[in-house]
């Protein structure tokens, strides 16, 4: 492969990976700005989302990548153990960044979304990867047995590992917005990011051009799926009810008025009949927010906790909208009405002042529940 076509591509994938790092940064700072109330909610425990900041940091991992493989080719080092290494560790690092963005993903699976003590667990996986191929490319550098270079192979799995979880999240946070065609689309570039990395491992795929070629295309590809993974991020916020504008009055058992006037929602009447556990968490809900003090305003959500399972949250949600009979547009979403503050703790959006128990039905809430 003529040398002048590899530079190419090592230059077009920094600066490919450059300004795509650049216009994340440019729209996570926009963002942070113009939606800090609401990124920030709670008064306790106050938190941003860095899911963008995580993937551009990732981008920038990619830039740093071709600088190296740029001077590898430029000083005859493409062959050595210590392009190697370099070249594995930063996709461990890259991996790294992106495991992390998906924390902070809505439709990441569950065992990764918020869940802190699980991505601790993955993040130290990452770093015995790490560990484990800087010992092989010290030890039997680019040995491969049956044209397969042994020492590339745990960064393989671990990136594997990756774009299964990447290709769920996205395609889950697309169809949710109602971006079709761009979950497809975000699945096929994860796999061919996926394919771009095997000729690392496969002696038989190493085609200069082909490989050049897939490169090229999916990091292309990658930073036109963040940016409309941040405007799609940009147009939810923006939809997303203020607190300041959200009621809700208990005003009988299993019966409530809400008013959400930006969802089309104003003193809306809503009996939760027989719904009686969906009741009550929310009531447990709108109690702790209004009559307690900020830091034990929040529920805890796990197997141990006040709510033993974040299906119960869901079904609030889903009850509600049912009642309702809401259109498309205006369905709520958990996030709507539940804030997660972190560890496995929510508490309701709404404004105590907001928040209006009748005294009798509070009075027996209190004699009839021990989680206040």
């Not at 959500?301 to 399972?309: A, M, P």
């Amino acid at each position: 492969m003529d040398a002048s076509i590899t530079q190419f591509h090592n230059i077009a994938h920094i600066f490919i990976s450059l300004i795509g790092a650049i216009l994340l940064l440019a729209i996570y700072y926009n963002i942070r700005t113009r939606f800090k109330t609401t990124l920030e909610e709670g008064q306790s425990q106050k938190r941003i989302d860095k899911g963008l900041l995580y993937l551009s940091f990732g981008m920038l991992v990619w830039v740093v990548a071709g600088v190296w493989a740029y001077s590898a080719f430029k000083f005859n080092l493409t062959n050595s153990i210590a392009n190697q290494i370099s070249i594995n560790l930063l996709s461990t690092i890259n991996n790294l960044f992106w495991l992390l963005a998906l924390y902070y993903f809505h439709n990441a699976p569950t065992f990764i979304y918020r869940n802190e003590k699980n991505v601790k667990i993955i993040v130290i996986i990452i770093v015995c990867v790490a560990s484990l191929t800087l010992l092989l490319s010290n030890t039997i550098g680019n040995t491969t047995i049956s044209g397969i270079k042994l020492a590339a192979l745990p960064d393989l799995f671990l990136t594997t590992f990756l774009c299964v979880l990447m290709a769920m999240s996205f395609y889950r946070t697309f169809m949710h917005r109602r971006l079709k065609l761009v979950a497809i689309i975000a699945v096929v570039v994860i796999f061919l990011l996926f394919v771009s990395q095997l000729s690392d491992v496969f002696i038989a795929l190493d085609n200069d051009f082909n490989n050049h070629l897939i490169r090229i295309i999916t990091k292309t590809s990658l930073v036109a799926i963040f940016l409309v993974l941040a405007s799609s991020w940009v147009i939810e916020l923006a939809h997303t009810p203020k607190p300041k504008e959200m009621k809700i009055r208990f005003i009988d058992w299993s019966i409530v008025t809400l008013s959400i006037p930006s969802k089309g929602i104003v003193d809306a009447h809503i009996d939760f009949k027989s719904k009686t556990t969906q009741y009550r968490n929310l009531l447990l809900f709108a109690y702790r927010r209004k009559h307690l003090e900020p830091n034990q305003q929040c529920i805890t959500v796990n197997s141990g906790g006040d709510i033993k399972s974040q299906t119960y949250l869901t079904r609030i949600i889903d009850n509600i909208n049912t009642i309702l009979n809401l259109e498309t547009d205006n369905k709520l979403e958990r996030k709507d009405l539940i804030t997660f503050i972190g560890e496995s703790k929510y508490r309701l959006r709404i404004l105590p002042e907001h928040i209006f128990i009748d005294d009798a039905l509070l009075a027996e809430f209190l004699k009839n529940t021990d989680k206040y």
